[in-house]
């Protein structure tokens, strides 16, 4: 599982949701770039649907179908590995067609089924930790994509539920993560979200972004992962809790400069 370059965190990113192929196709382009530029090795990730919302009247996706074949020309064309979330066992021969990485996500964390056709499939499972679990409870799903013949499996931190509508990350959970022997990885975007608005949309504090990914790379992350989009506010999907697309560059410097002092 090539996760590493020259000893730099590696990176997962891009929008939330395929919207369209213009849109997708410049979101991955830019950041590779940057990243090539940088040296940091780049997953590309944007779900090919959204199954949880809070609302049954928000944007869920142009389609599976349409969507994965977005996504396979972007790495086609762009030449990156590609990440995409799956919601129940049978999508998962479906969506490894395409995706590098399948990503099971954290209120699904425990759905043994799920984790088993996934890790079959010999695609890099990564595991998003449920709003709901402790650090110690992930061992049990990083079990489950092991004993089904699949090790290349990793863990996302993405915040704890604090109180009704917040998350808290708490930073010591990362020595217990890293028991499990494999990549740790923080969402510096989900951790911010802030969910079941009364509207219906959730919320964000996205200007601590950097805040978090700082503070991650710190204690000692794999890897970070983050949402972004060149026009959050009418991004179709979490906007309120991504990163503007020009922000990048100037936020992965700041942290490769940490990265290099606690190495």
Request: aromatic share 6%; net charge neutral.
């Amino acid at each position: 599982m090539q996760t590493y370059h020259n000893q730099n965190f590696f990176l997962i990113a891009g929008p939330c949701v395929v919207e369209n192929e213009s849109i997708t196709t410049h979101i991955a382009q830019t950041i590779d770039v940057i990243c090539k530029r940088l040296q940091i090795h780049f997953y590309f990730k944007a779900s090919y649907r959204k199954a949880n919302r809070t609302s049954q009247y928000s944007f869920t996706g142009i389609g599976d179908v349409a969507a994965l074949s977005v996504l396979a020309k972007v790495k086609e064309k762009v030449n990156v590995p590609i990440v995409t979330d799956i919601h129940a066992p049978e999508e998962a021969v479906f969506a490894a067609q395409v995706a590098d990485v399948l990503q099971i996500p954290a209120f699904l964390c425990r759905q043994t089924e799920l984790l088993q056709v996934a890790a079959k499939t010999g695609k890099i499972v990564n595991i998003k930790k449920g709003q709901f679990l402790s650090p110690e409870a992930m061992q049990f799903a990083v079990e489950k994509v092991r004993a089904a013949g699949n090790p290349n499996v990793m863990v996302t931190e993405r915040g704890t539920s604090f109180g009704y509508q917040d998350l808290i990350v708490d930073f010591r959970g990362i020595a217990t993560l890293k028991k499990n022997n494999c990549p740790i990885v923080l969402d510096c975007t989900h951790s911010l979200q802030q969910p079941n608005q009364t509207d219906g949309i959730t919320g964000g504090q996205p200007q601590l972004i950097e805040t978090l990914a700082k503070a991650g790379i710190a204690v000692g992350f794999d890897g970070i992962f983050l949402e972004t989009h060149p026009d959050p506010k009418n991004a179709l999907s979490d906007g309120a809790n991504m990163l503007p697309l020009d922000q990048l560059e100037p936020l992965l410097a700041k942290l490769l400069k940490i990265r290099k002092a606690i190495l």
